[in-house]
């Protein structure tokens, strides 16, 4: 289903990700 990611491509879902789970993480908190 997914197609070979290049090393540079998981760096950045991995980023977008982690800012994503940040922002909800302070939503909940505040």
């Known amino acids: 289903m997914f197609q070979k990611l290049s090393k540079l491509d998981l760096f950045y ?4 990700i982690l800012t994503l789970g940040l922002m909800y993480y ?3 908190t505040i």
């Open 26 to 28: 302070s939503m909940v």
């Open 13 to 16: 879902l991995t980023l977008f």
